[in-house]
């Protein structure tokens, strides 16, 4: 095993010190093992995903984070083809979420999320893929209205 050194904000070491007390770890270290391999556990079933798809972002960022606001419009001007309507809401004086939706091939979706969820100010992010099975055949129905 292997000692490193991690940099965490005092409320998450909190909420990690409150969940081993209540599921009995003896130290920080095993919830933290434990933590990590549920996380790349979940990654590897999130990256598995392939095919076209929708999808739903949502983070919470500080929007006092420097120079974050430019980052994330440039990230989705950059990636204009992938975001389909987003909405903005604001927490309090420091906290700001965003909800995303998405539609696009997995691989690009999955890689503009975690550069999202990954740039510096955003405290907390999520995406649910959904696969959309376009390109698969249609199956005729018969109702009262076409599609174009």
């Known amino acids: 095993m ?18 081993a007390a209540a599921r009995g770890y003896q130290n920080r270290s095993e919830i933290i093992r434990d933590l990590a391999r549920a996380g ?7 990256t598995a995903q392939t ?3 929708v999808a739903g972002l949502v983070y919470v960022y500080d929007h006092a984070a420097r120079d974050l606001s430019k980052r994330l419009v440039q990230e989705f001007h950059g990636h204009h083809d992938l975001a389909l309507a987003t909405l903005h809401v604001h927490l309090d004086d420091n906290n700001c979420m965003e ?9 690009e979706v999955r890689h ?4 999202i969820i990954a740039e510096r100010g955003v405290r907390y992010g999520r995406v649910v893929m959904i696969p ?7 199956k005729a129905r018969k109702h009262g209205h076409r599609h174009e």
């Open 132 to 138: 959309t099975g376009e390109g698969k055949p249609a």
């Open 112 to 115: 503009f999320a975690d550069h």
């Open 40 to 46: 790349l556990q979940q990654t590897s079933e999130d």
């Open 99 to 107: 909800m995303t939706a998405l539609r696009g091939a997995a691989d």
């Open 2 to 19: 292997q000692r490193i050194t991690i940099t965490i904000e005092d409320d998450l070491l909190a909420e990690i010190d409150a969940a």
């Open 51 to 53: 095919g076209p798809c």
